[in-house]
């Protein structure tokens, strides 16, 4: 875990939010393969932010790794001094890291915005991953083929999309006699829902 004042960075494989637990509208749990975080969004006016902080109930039987506070504009002493005294940090964004892409989270006034980018080409590919695998599970099987016509993609990108998707298990092979095909997996089918519920944070 990195952090500063305007950034925390979490390292993650697999990503998904808690449902379980209801806080507020704007409190989320996330959950990696080690840690629960609580994401606070901080937006509007002092006043307004100020009241978010003093509401926020937060489950004593949760045991939370990090609570985060994601702030738009401006923050003055009193906000910084509630969120110590709840043990929140505050931050301009927040960031979750794996070995296949970066997530961050920003807020703003009008709504929380999250941006998914490849770690190493750092153009958006969890999206591109996200409509193979809504592909997939519209149909029982198809042949990369198909799937680089319906996504739009380059034969040698596509591959590699799908070679990423087998590592994590989202997607299986199936050798036919007409060639090989891909189906989505049981875990691809939740990890799939994950991605839909962390679109709408």
Known sequence: MNKNNELQVFDFEHLCLDNSNFLLENA???????????????????IEKINI?????????????????IYAGMVDSNIKKIAHEHDIKL????????????????TNDNKTKINFFDRES????????KEILEILNSREKMPI??????????YKYCSDLLNDLI??????VLE?????????????KEYLSNLKKLGEI
């Open 122 to 129: 750092k153009r958006s590919k969890i999206q591109i991953e």
């Open 145 to 154: 083929t198909k799937i680089v016509y319906k996504c739009n993609l380059n």
């Open 176 to 188: 036919e006699k007409m060639g090989i095909k891909y189906k989505i997996t049981p875990f691809g």
């Open 91 to 106: 931050v301009k964004q927040l960031s979750f890291r794996s070995s296949l892409y970066n997530i961050i989270i920003r």
């Open 53 to 69: 902080l003093k509401n926020i109930k937060i489950p004593e039987d949760i045991p939370l790794y990090a609570k985060i506070g």
């Open 167 to 172: 590592k994590i298990n989202t997607i299986e």
């Open 28 to 46: 989320k749990i996330i959950l990696t393969e080690r840690w629960k975080v609580l994401v606070l969004f901080l937006s509007g006016t002092i």
